[in-house]
């Protein structure tokens, strides 16, 4: 039974979004995941065997450390006004982009606000660095899970940041 107040994403009239629609809408994912080479970063220090997945940490994968910190706010302005509220475009790429950038933006917050966690909460060293690589690797795996979804042309639901996007997002 569909509750009164569930989301009802727009129907697809018996025809798949666009190839390159759902291509694009997979853009905002990685640019999105430029801030997980902190969190390989902290796996690469604990565990030696990735050593072979150096690429990671990389001197091109750094690049977007060396970008202004007004980068992220031009994006995401240039996201909204050039993607977001252009009606014209379809909604699967509108709610792909919004999804994408309060996805980052949870991240955000919860690296700033972990920062006021006791020291206790980490258990150590050690401690600290398992939280940051399980938080990393919760990240990377709800944006695989939101690229694959925008591939196939669906709507993913993460719980609570679906239906903002979908508000943010609607027609």
Same mark, same amino acid.
Not at 82 to 97: A, I, S
């Given at each position: 039974?569909?509750?009164?107040?569930?989301?009802?994403? #727009? %129907?697809?009239?018996?025809?798949?979004?666009? &190839?390159?629609?759902?291509?694009? @809408?997979?853009?905002?994912?990685?640019?999105?995941?430029?801030?997980?080479?902190?969190? &390989? *970063?902290? @796996?690469?220090?604990?565990? #030696?065997?990735?050593? +072979?997945? =150096?690429?990671?940490?990389? /001197?091109?994968?750094? @690049?977007?450390? +060396?970008?202004?910190?007004?980068?992220?706010?031009?994006?995401?302005?240039? @996201?909204?006004?050039?993607?977001?509220?252009?009606? =014209?475009?379809?909604?699967?790429?509108?709610?792909?982009?919004?999804?994408?950038?309060?996805? =980052?933006?949870?991240?955000?917050?919860? *690296?700033?606000?972990?920062?006021?966690?006791?020291?206790?909460?980490? /258990?150590?060293?050690?401690?600290?660095?398992?939280? &940051?690589?399980?938080?990393?690797?919760?990240?990377?795996?709800?944006?695989?899970?939101?690229?694959? %979804?925008?591939?196939? /042309?669906?709507?993913?639901?993460? #719980?609570?940041?679906?239906?903002? %996007?979908?508000?943010?997002?609607?027609?």
């Amino acid at each position: 039974m569909e509750m009164p107040w569930s989301i009802r994403y #727009p %129907a697809s009239k018996g025809e798949m979004v666009k &190839w390159w629609w759902r291509t694009l @809408a997979c853009l905002p994912y990685l640019i999105s995941l430029r801030d997980t080479w902190k969190y &390989w *970063e902290a @796996a690469y220090r604990l565990c #030696p065997s990735l050593e +072979r997945f =150096e690429f990671l940490t990389s /001197g091109f994968y750094r @690049a977007f450390d +060396r970008l202004p910190r007004w980068f992220v706010m031009v994006y995401f302005t240039a @996201a909204y006004l050039g993607v977001v509220r252009r009606k =014209e475009l379809p909604h699967f790429l509108r709610f792909n982009t919004v999804m994408s950038m309060l996805l =980052e933006n949870a991240i955000q917050i919860l *690296e700033t606000t972990s920062s006021f966690f006791p020291f206790a909460f980490y /258990g150590g060293r050690t401690g600290y660095q398992f939280f &940051w690589i399980g938080l990393g690797a919760l990240y990377i795996l709800t944006m695989l899970v939101c690229m694959g %979804a925008s591939i196939i /042309g669906k709507y993913v639901e993460v #719980p609570i940041v679906s239906e903002a %996007a979908f508000i943010h997002s609607k027609m």
